[in-house]
């Protein structure tokens, strides 16, 4: 997936806003097969449990058996056609989850690969906050960051200052 480019600014400001919610000493669940975040989390003195690899719009038992305090998300719901189902079978009483927001000059990420590198959903802030809310959790904290690219035009210039992530800390009402 990073084979020409690693996002370490998005890396970074996740990183950051992880610590400033979640202790080292709380558990964690990242939804997602393990990956260079996982990683980074367990460099920092996080213990991290991914997920399989399985379908999590239908398979949910990775997320029902799981012990952790804390479910982290980072990338993963806009993949999903229905992320409200695996939202309401997290255990855990605390989530970070950030999701790339949707952008009026850029269509929603398909690649032509890799089937499970698409975007099903590219979500407002509005629709992510209400999704979690019905979902049952509460958010305590947001925040949301631009993703530049180097190149030139119209779609990059506005890359620039429009914010791409958004990221909350949420608990289980």
Known sequence: MYEKTFPNKRF??????????????????????????SE???REGYSVQN???????????????STAQ???????FEHLIAPFNVLREIKANKLVASIPRRL???????SKTDPWDRHYHEFED???????????WT?????KWTNPVKKIGIRPLLRSFTPRYY???????
């Not at 399989?52 to 058996?65: P, T």
């Not at 009026?104 to 398909?110: C, G, I, L, R, T």
């Not at 509005?126 to 049952?136: I, P, R, V, Y």
């Not at 990221?167 to 009402?173: F, N, S």
């Open 139 to 143: 958010i305590k904290d947001s925040a």
């Open 40 to 42: 980074i989390m367990t």
């Open 104 to 110: 009026w000059f850029s269509p929603a990420y398909q």
């Open 12 to 37: 970074q400001n996740t990183l950051s806003f992880l610590q400033k919610h979640i202790s080292t000493d709380e558990s964690i669940l990242d939804l997602g097969v393990s990956n260079p975040f």
């Open 51 to 65: 997920t399989l690899g399985e379908d999590l719009d239908i398979e949910f038992s990775s997320v029902q058996n």
């Open 126 to 136: 509005w629709q992510f906050d209400w999704l979690l809310e019905k979902a049952g």
């Open 70 to 76: 804390v479910v982290t998300a980072f990338e993963i």
């Open 167 to 173: 990221i909350v800390y949420a608990e289980r009402k």
